[in-house]
Nanobody, 122 residues
Framework: VQLQASGGGLVQAGGSLRLSCVASGRTFSSYTRGWFRQAPGKEREFVAAISWSGGSTYYADSVKGRFTISRDMAKNTLYLQMNNLKPEDTAVYYC????????????????WGKGTQVTVSS
C-alpha cells in the first residue's frame, strides 16, 4: 500500500499549486482522506480532509477560503488546490487516509504518504 504525493515546488506569494496524491496497492474509496503539513521546527498540522464520498470537507482555519480538497475515486487520487499562497504555507505536505470519520487528528490516520515540499517566497 502506497500513497505518493506530488506537485510541490517553489512559488511566489499569491501564486497557486495543485498537489496530487495517488494511492496504489489498494482502493481507498471508503476511506476519509486528508492533507497535513510540517514546517521546519514545527509539529505536523492538519490542513484539510474529505469524506469517503467527497460530500463533506473540513479545513484548518489558516487555509479556509484559499485551499480546496477534492478526490477522484476512479483514479484513486486525492488533490489539494492551493491558491493565494503565503510564505507561512511553506512546509512539507503529506497525504493520509483513515477508515474513520472525517477529522483533523493525525494520530487517527491509518496510512501516510511521503511528503512533497512546498516553498512560498515573499
Amino acid at each position: 500500500v502506497q500513497l505518493q504525493a506530488s506537485g510541490g515546488g517553489l512559488v511566489q506569494a499569491g501564486g497557486s499549486l495543485r498537489l496530487s496524491c495517488v494511492a496504489s496497492g489498494r482502493t481507498f474509496s471508503s476511506y476519509t482522506r486528508g492533507w497535513f503539513r510540517q514546517a521546519p521546527g514545527k509539529e505536523r498540522e492538519f490542513v484539510a480532509a474529505i469524506s469517503w464520498s467527497g460530500g463533506s470537507t473540513y479545513y484548518a482555519d489558516s487555509v479556509k477560503g484559499r485551499f480546496t480538497i477534492s478526490r477522484d475515486m476512479a483514479k484513486n487520487t486525492l488533490y489539494l488546490q492551493m491558491n493565494n499562497l503565503k510564505p507561512e504555507d511553506t512546509a512539507v505536505y503529506y497525504c493520509a487516509a483513515t477508515s474513520g470519520d472525517i477529522q483533523s487528528r493525525s494520530g487517527a490516520m491509518d496510512y501516510w504518504g511521503k511528503g512533497t515540499q512546498v516553498t512560498v517566497s515573499s
